[in-house]
């Protein structure tokens, strides 16, 4: 079992660039989400999927996008790269509802 | 609305007691705990439902106070692998089935 795994874990971008940070789960859990942590501020929520092909808004959703076509895949795209999302990006599955988050090793991202 | 963690930060010696609140401003249905070493993912510790519930997990124990919004985490006779950043996530008001997480509290245990 390899529980949340993330790629890439680092990442450089140049503002305007896009990408897409890969996030997989092998524990066939129904909620995967993906937050954001910038120091001082904790861990916020950008997205979250409550099963394939629902997705919904988290706090800080804008400049970026998501889609659950499997259970397995939760993919975050940025579409236009700034500054502001320098941060660490954590993917997580939970068996349902508010239930106990597993975390994946997180991919540290740094806009220029 | 982010929850409030208190203290920002907390500095211990081995041995040494500490706790750590999670104050909410809306109804809450459940409180996460969460810790978080340097460089790695935050790691569950326990979940606290709503009915005043308390748990504990080895010297870690906490409780949850539905009326008062509130969350304590008792981090008792504190060991050095106690240190890192210790998260509350809560769930409630509008966000049922989201977790809303504090800014964190460091904690450092000297020996």
């Known amino acids: 079992n390899a529980g949340v795994t993330q790629t890439p874990k680092f990442q450089v971008l140049k503002t305007g660039q896009s990408m897409t940070l890969q996030c997989a789960q092998d524990?066939?859990?129904?909620?995967m989400s993906w937050y954001r942590q910038d120091p001082g501020m904790g861990l916020r929520l950008i997205h979250y999927s409550v099963g394939a092909g629902i997705t919904d808004q988290g706090e800080v959703p804008n400049g970026y996008n998501v889609s659950r076509s499997t259970t397995e895949d939760f993919p975050l795209r940025l579409l236009s790269a700034a500054p502001s999302q320098t941060s660490v990006y954590f993917c997580a599955s939970s068996p349902g509802g508010a239930g106990t988050q597993y975390f994946g090793p997180g991919t540290r991202l740094l806009v220029l | 609305q982010q929850p409030v963690q208190s203290p920002q930060a907390v500095i211990l010696r081995e041995g040494e007691d500490a706790v750590i609140n999670c104050s909410s401003s809306?109804?809450?249905?459940?409180v996460h705990w969460y810790r978080q070493k340097h460089g790695e993912a935050p790691v569950f510790l326990m979940i606290?439902?709503?009915?005043?519930e308390q748990k504990g997990h080895e010297k870690i124990s906490a409780s949850f106070n539905e009326k008062k919004q509130q969350s304590s985490l008792y981090l008792t006779a504190s060991q050095l692998s106690y240190s890192g950043t210790y998260f509350c996530?809560?769930?409630?008001?509008?966000?049922?089935?989201?977790?809303?997480f504090g800014q964190g509290t460091i904690l450092t245990v000297h020996p």
């Open positions: 606290l439902l709503k009915g005043g």
């Open positions: 809306k109804a809450l249905y459940s």
């Open positions: 524990m066939n859990h129904e909620y």
């Open positions: 996530g809560t769930e409630g008001g509008t966000s049922y089935g989201k977790l809303t």
